[in-house]
């Protein structure tokens, strides 16, 4: 037998910011099931205030995202699906979100999906097929893009785009092998 009371009473209690994160944090990328939006690190701001209220921010990886309604709404589930139905997902464009926000742990998952993820931003990256050179004619180093079958840094662009526009499609030189990269922002 189920104690009204106390059924009631967890319902009415007030989340903890850290219960919250939690909960936001292990929605998965629609678009990269392996990831989670905190892997990605699109996931930028959790407040619950004095009235149990939840706000969520989030910064797409791009603002024209198809995924972010998605993401939006696996958010406002997840937190609901513990109790908690007063959520207000809000989307934070500024800062831009960057490659450089995604954790450690979210690179590492890329590559063993076989995506090789993105280096630091450089924003004079060549836009020849191979990237042989280790600087550009500025002496603004070029961002080497290993391949994630065989690890070699011979590789080239086949397509700007792949299966997501915040991916390339690339092949490696050495092993032959088609891959996608996460480019860097």
């Keep these: 037998m189920v104690n009204i009371e106390q059924s009631s009473d967890v319902a009415t209690a007030r989340p903890t910011v850290e219960e919250i ?13 392996n990831l989670t939006i905190a892997d990605l690190g699109i996931l930028r701001d ?9 706000e969520v921010d989030l910064t797409p990886t791009y603002s024209g995202c198809p995924a972010v309604e998605a993401i939006e709404s696996d958010v406002r589930a997840a937190i609901a699906g513990a109790g908690y139905p007063a959520v207000t ?3 934070v464009l500024a ?15 890329l590559a063993e999906v076989g995506i ?25 180093p070029v961002a080497f893009v290993h391949c994630p079958h065989c690890g070699s840094r011979e590789t080239e662009i086949l397509s700007r785009f792949s299966s997501t526009a915040c991916k390339e499609l690339r092949r490696c030189c050495s092993c032959s092998e088609p891959f996608d990269h996460f480019k860097p922002l």
């Design 89 to 91: 997902v809000r989307r």
């Design 95 to 109: 800062p831009a979100w960057t490659t450089d926000w995604i954790s450690a742990e979210g690179r590492q998952k």
């Design 116 to 140: 090789a993820p993105p280096g630091p931003v450089c924003r004079a990256a060549s836009t020849a097929t191979t990237e042989a050179a280790t600087a550009t004619a500025t002496g603004q």
């Design 21 to 33: 994160t939690r909960l936001a944090a292990s929605v998965a990328d629609p678009e990269i099931p």
């Design 46 to 54: 959790v407040r619950v205030g004095e009235d149990g209220r939840i």
